[in-house]
């Protein structure tokens, strides 16, 4: 979950320019993302933190006693 949560925060940094990608000698050179390659980073991420998320409510819900709320899925 944190390395989504840090790749959605970078992408949303580049697109905003306020942070350049890394990469190339001594930062030169760096391939910049367009906003559709951003577009379907973050859309990539926010699939993988929610499967991610879901596997940890099946997890936790697993055996909770029926007085107990159920975490919910997304």
């Given at each position: 979950m944190?390395?989504?949560?840090?790749?959605?925060?970078?992408?949303a940094?580049i697109?905003l320019g306020e942070?350049?990608?890394?990469g190339?000698?001594?930062?030169?050179?760096?391939?910049?993302?367009?906003?559709?390659e951003?577009?379907?980073?973050v859309?990539?991420l926010?699939?993988?933190?929610?499967t991610?998320?879901?596997?940890?409510?099946?997890y936790?819900?697993?055996?909770?006693?029926?007085q107990l709320?159920?975490i919910p899925?997304?």
């Open positions: 944190r390395d989504v949560v840090k790749g959605i925060n970078s992408a940094k697109a942070e350049k990608p890394g190339g000698l001594f930062g030169f050179g760096a391939n910049v993302p367009s906003q559709a951003l577009a379907q980073q859309r990539d926010y699939v993988k933190g929610g991610a998320f879901n596997q940890y409510a099946y936790a819900n697993e055996g909770l006693p029926i709320n159920k899925y997304l």
